[in-house]
């Protein structure tokens, strides 16, 4: 079983920046990438950024040169640094893993619960 745990959130001011972790622990076979996703309340979830395991990355257009993705391999996990955050980016950030599992030919995806990330004066 995987478990995907989002970490990082918070309050923070228009203009600052915060850096979310994301932690994937478990019986994994093979990583495809890992994304993060947010949600507004009373929106659908939206896309922010995802980087793929030979280091592909890539950013929705309002993410695109504020938040950054990264990955360490190693330890299954992901952050997100978030610069020059706006009140609209206030959500539920989430973190997911697409494994790939070789021994029966399917990709799997590991949600994590999120965390909640407020920008507000």
């Known amino acids: 079983q995987v478990q995907v745990v989002e970490s990082g959130g918070g309050l923070v001011q228009p203009g600052g920046s915060l850096r979310l972790s994301c932690q994937a622990s478990?019986?994994?076979?093979?990583?495809?990438?890992m994304s993060w996703y947010r949600r507004v309340a009373g929106k659908e979830r939206e896309f922010v950024a995802e980087?793929?395991?030979?280091?592909?990355?890539t950013y929705a257009d309002f993410a695109k040169g504020r938040f950054t993705i990264s990955r360490d391999n190693v330890k299954n996990m992901a952050f997100l640094q978030m610069d020059n955050l706006k009140v609209e980016d206030t959500a539920v950030y989430l973190c997911n893993l697409v494994e790939s599992q070789y021994s029966v030919g399917r990709t799997v995806v590991h949600w994590g619960q999120g965390t909640q990330v407020n920008v507000s004066s």
């Open positions: 478990g019986s994994i076979e093979g990583v495809y990438g």
């Open positions: 980087i793929r395991s030979l280091g592909t990355l």
